[in-house]
Every structure is written in C-alpha cells, then in structure tokens.
C-alpha cells in the first residue's frame, strides 16, 4: 500500500435532496492519499448524485466537501487540472478520430503525456485513424481510460467504468487500472455494480443505502467482522447483499 500523505478526499455530513426526496442524508467518508475507494449501493441510492458533487457539478444542501484541499463547488476549474474522470458513459463524438481526440486533449492539461498514450491505446488495437463510432464499448472505455490517465491526475474519479461491458472487457479495464495504480499511487474514488472487481481493486469500502453510509472500511476490516460473524470467510458480495437485502443474505 502507498504511503498515507492525508486525505484527498473529505466529506463531512453532506445533505443533498431533489424536491422532497432525500438523497444523501448527512454522509461523511474519507480517501486516504493513494488509496482506491470504492463507493458501493443500489441503483437510486445516490452514488452519482455524491460523484457529482465530488466534481463541482452539483451544489449540495449542506456539509463540507475537500477534494485535493480545495472545495469543488468554488474552486472546479482550478480542480479538474488534477482530477481524471472516467464517467458511467464515455461522452466522446462519434465522428471524430482517436488520433483528434488525443491532441484536443493534449492542448488541455499541462502534464500530458502523449508516449503513454500512444503505448495504451497500441496495446489494446486502437488504431488512431479509427472513428470513435466505429469503436466497441470495451475499447471506448479503454480509450477515455488512456486518455485520462494520460493527464496525469492526482485522483481519479470512476463513475460505474465496466457497467453494460462484457466479463473480457472488464478484466482487461481492471488489469489495465491495476498495473497503473501499482506504477502511480493515484488516488481513486470508485462507484461500481461489479463486486468482485472492486474487491480485486480497492483496499477502502463504504456501502450506501437509504442515503446513509451503512459500512465502511478497509476491505480486509470488513470481510474479517462479518467472517467472524457469520462463522464463515465471506466476500464483498455477501457484505453487500447482508446490508442492503438482508432478508436475502445466507
């Protein structure tokens, strides 16, 4: 594990809500510099609602938000310098070219690196004449993958990176997010559907339901607990459903 340098990540009793329906009741939780912090819950619960806040694109109702020391609602532009975002959907134009997606981006973040690049996207068969239309989803995620880490963020943020991705694409989008976080330290703030790739990546867990934040830890702390519970090695799964549908739990 890296070296703890503090917090990148502060959030402190934060409310959000849409009209009458709360979303986020009073959570806080903490990413440890160089850590990968996965954010686990149900759809609804409210993880993207707090991505969104993390990024600067939603003002909560309350608390307090630190993201590399700095408030994101106040400080975004300044923020998204450092900070590398792989979203639920790649959002790229369809008709441009890779090769005209990699120098856009290159001309927007003062420590790009363009061999890195270059060698990521020729590992995975991503041609740079290619249109991004003609692109599967697995190598669209790899592409806007290469194309942040590229910019050398000091944290990265991924938004549920493998949902609607075959079970090769994921594992390749983890192998590819393993060796890099082993060469780097990034700090990385995970949502994800897929347990057992979290488990094979982050080290820190917290479990939303019902706005609140019902568990959270390091991953070993929270299999050994309910192991010793149960009376039985467990997995994140069996953590996850025990919490949020503990009626199904075995």
């Not at 809500?17 to 990413?31: M, P, T």
């Not at 990699?102 to 001309?107: M, N, P, T, Y």
């Not at 549920?160 to 994921?170: F, K």
């Amino acid at each position: 594990m890296h070296e703890r340098r503090g917090d990148d990540v502060v959030v402190e009793e934060l409310r959000c809500s849409f009209g009458r329906r709360i979303v986020l009741d009073g959570i806080s939780l903490a990413v440890p510099a160089g850590s990968v912090f996965a954010l686990l819950g149900q759809n609804g619960e409210g993880k993207t609602t707090l991505v969104r806040c993390l990024l600067g694109q939603l003002r909560p109702g309350a608390g307090r938000i630190s993201v590399l020391g700095r408030d994101p609602w106040r400080r975004r532009a300044v923020l998204m310098e450092e900070v590398g975002v792989v979203p639920e959907t790649p959002d790229l134009p369809p008709s441009r070219r890779v090769g005209e997606i990699l120098r856009f981006w290159a001309g927007l973040y003062p420590r790009w690196q363009d061999e890195a690049a270059g060698e990521r996207l020729e590992r995975f068969g991503i041609g740079l004449k290619r249109r991004v239309a003609e692109l599967s989803r697995g190598h669209k995620a790899q592409l806007i993958l290469a194309l942040v880490l590229a910019a050398a963020p000091r944290l990265l943020v991924l938004d549920d990176p493998t949902l609607g991705l075959d079970v090769l694409a994921r594992r390749e989008l983890h192998e590819e997010l393993i060796g890099e976080l082993a060469e780097r330290g990034t700090t990385v703030f995970l949502t994800s559907h897929d347990l057992d790739g979290v488990e094979r990546l982050a080290d820190r867990v917290a479990i939303l339901a019902g706005g609140r934040i019902v568990a959270g830890g390091t991953t070993e702390e929270l299999k050994r607990e309910w192991g010793d519970r149960l009376a039985r090695p467990v997995s994140l799964e069996d953590i996850f459903i025990g919490l949020v549908r503990p009626g199904e739990a075995a």
